[in-house]
């Protein structure tokens, strides 16, 4: 009889919460638990930003629509000619990805980046697709890929 009316008390609070413009909250809590429950890695839901954060205090983050700001990040410059559409961040490297493209700020972007990324050199164009990789001086490196309006942006500094 006590687990009956627990599980009514609990029905009846999420039903009150979600009459009050609490129930993404609630929702985001629900999902994070049960995905901590599932897998051990802690999950941190904050509107379109995922966190998940695995038990060695590594952090992977998707979702969050805006240039990065870490100091992986501010290695290369911000690239103003699209709309950011998802970021991917963990300690050791980012990927950002950006729609509404063009062609020449995507090529302009490429040459800024080639001046300070010129060690291990692999570009390629090839049926609408255009690709750089390169290293600098400290060993981080970068990949762009342009393809149909699309900018991905990958900067890594992983240890060998």
Known sequence: MKKILTGLLLFLLIFWLAGCG?????EEKITEKVFEGATGNKLDIDGDKVTVKGENGEAVTFGDNKWPTSTLANIIPEFKGGTVSAVLKSSDSILISLESVR????????????????????TMNAEGTTSFTGKNDAGVSVTLVYMSEMLTVTVSALQQ
Do not use: R
């Not at 609490?22 to 609630?26: N, P």
């Not at 062609?103 to 692999?122: L, P, R």
């Open 22 to 26: 609490k129930k993404a909250k609630l």
């Open 103 to 122: 062609k020449e700020d995507a090529s302009s972007y490429f040459e800024k980046i080639k001046k300070d990324f010129v060690n291990d050199v692999f």
